[in-house]
């Protein structure tokens, strides 16, 4: 699988992967505005002709006035001038164009960011800190992906104008050609200062993305009761000063090694620049060069000043927006490598048989030690309501995730009648779940499309969506909310009607039910926001409208739920202990054997009497 980090900037691979990162952020520019972005280039790498044009006619208008040739002189000024005026206008007119393509290529890019690591099917890369870190790094970097045409523009430009410059000094004096070298070894050291900072960056992204994390975790609504009850602000300040300063360190003396670089460049142009004027002084009192050579070779040598600043400036930003653009090439990769997992096995339409997991090992990806589930063999009959309990950490969500297609088994088996699930693409499998989660998603979108986005193809349908938000005992929300379905949720709509967490939990649990008939339905915790009475009340219901859907459909349906009050309506009910099935049978049946089920159950009943 190619989603290896896109190698540093040194040696040919490194060469390589820039050179590649270069194409793809031109091709962002163009594909986002072709246009705008051929404006850009153009301008931007021919404008500089006119700056050199006009430096030539006034070298031109000294020799003609030296002369005593006054028309020619007139002639030679006023080129300069129309040269300089048109230079001019092109510059702002290239400035506005450009603004407007770097506007677009970012809009694109990030669309395009957000659909590659949104496409990415499964979840086992969250797992994975150097996706986490380089995915932190092409954060950090991203603003650089739009500016393609704008930056490979201006490199052209400031080296047309530098090759011109360089060939009028070589008609003067090839030993003019002498500041150019010296201006050579000044943009190496420039360009091992920009190495320097990238590498520093990749080393300091862990950190950097830790103190992101702790900022969000201190700025957001969601922790912050608990924060200010158990006093958790020092430590989280504390934790991220501690992670800001690393990285701060890191990045700092990777500054200070590239500062001294820098002018070590700097010492040996000034030193070229010197050289260039004594062979000037030199050229004329040896009668070799006019003086309106002298002139010339003057404003050259003295503009080429500007534009060694410049063409240093533009190539360290030419390899810092090649670096994002070859970020970004290995997050095309990466994502386009995670989504070729499918075989073209598609799941059956109905299940008359059931799901089967044959000697399911699973461990998360990164981890090793004893599996999160051992060898797990299970049969959920098609039609069937199955309970999943046990302890905290007993693998019950696991083995949730693992039936919803977003991880695999590590080992083992898992079967839709006779499909191997692991050769039907995640996707193709998913549209035939439905599912509520434990940690459900606040769509921050109007009423109707929270719950319609469940099934698209009758999200239009009130008569659905309340019929779904009924099943979810949040029929009354539509009533009660002042614009109904089309009231907007959540506070990032100026006007969004709030919601308690109960309240959100419902909105899940509805868009679950816009689902007519799936073959697999699973409820991982779905009413954890839920008071205790309205709780059971739910669940009874969930539990009850799922056995007639099963019944009719032959989906199975698989929930993991604390409440083992609610368990006489589910068929069969699995005990996982460890990772292992502990306990499997009907909910009858496991308290006949009088063992840990019985007891847990037992111990709420008497708890909740
Ligand atoms: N993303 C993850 N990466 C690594 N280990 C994980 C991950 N998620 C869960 N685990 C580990 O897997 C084990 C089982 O976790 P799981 O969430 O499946 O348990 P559970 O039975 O659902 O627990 P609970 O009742 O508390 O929700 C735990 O030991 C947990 O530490």
Partial sequence: MSTEPPQGTAGTKGELSDLRGLRTVLRLSFVADRRRATATLLMFALRPLGQVLAVVWLGLLVDAAGRGDTSSAWGYALASALTMGLTVLVMRLSLNVSALMIENTAHHADLRMQSLANRIPGLGHYENPAYLDRLEHLRQERQHLAEGADVVGLELGVLVRTLATVALLALISPWLLLLPLATLLSLAA????????????????????????????????????????????????????????????????????????????????????????????????????????????????????????????????????????????????????????GTGVLPPERLTDGITLRGVTFRYPGTSGTPVLDAVDLRLPAGSVVALVGENGAGKSTLVKLLAGFYRPTSGELLADDVDLTAVAPEAWRAQVTAAFQDFARLEFTLRDVVGVGDLSRAEDPDALIGALDQAAAGDLAERLPLGLDTPLGSSFPDGAKLSGGQWQKTALARSAMRETPLL??????????????????????????????????????????????????????????GKVHE??????LLANGDDYARLFELQRRAYR
């Fill in 190 to 341: 420039g360009r091992h200062a920009e190495r320097l900072r990238q590498t520093a960056l990749t080393e300091a992204a862990a950190d950097l993305r830790r103190a992101r994390d702790l900022f969000q975790l201190a700025s957001s609504p969601d922790a912050a009761m608990e924060l200010r009850v158990f006093g958790l602000a020092p430590t989280i300040e504390a934790r991220h000063a501690d992670s800001t300063e690393r990285a701060r360190a890191t990045l700092a003396s990777a500054n200070w090694r590239g500062l001294w670089l820098t002018t070590l460049g700097w010492a040996v142009f000034s030193t070229g620049y010197l050289t260039a004027l004594l062979l000037v002084v030199a050229a004329y009192r040896n009668g070799t060069a006019s003086v309106g050579q002298v002139v010339l070779a003057l404003l050259l040598i003295t503009g080429m000043n500007l534009q060694i600043d410049l063409l240093v400036r533009f190539t360290k930003a030419l390899l810092r927006m090649a670096r994002a653009g070859a970020l970004y090439d290995w997050l095309e990769r990466f994502s386009a490598a995670e989504r070729v997992t």
């Fill in 521 to 578: 339905l699973l409820f991982d915790e779905p009413t954890s926001a839920i008071d205790a009475v309205a709780e059971q009340e739910l669940l009874d219901r969930y539990l009850l409208t799922a056995r007639t859907l099963t019944r009719a459909t032959g989906a199975v349906a698989v929930i993991v739920t604390h409440r083992l009050s609610t368990l006489n309506h589910a068929d069969l009910v699995v005990f996982l202990k460890h």
């Fill in 584 to 589: 499997f049978g009907p909910h009858q049946e």
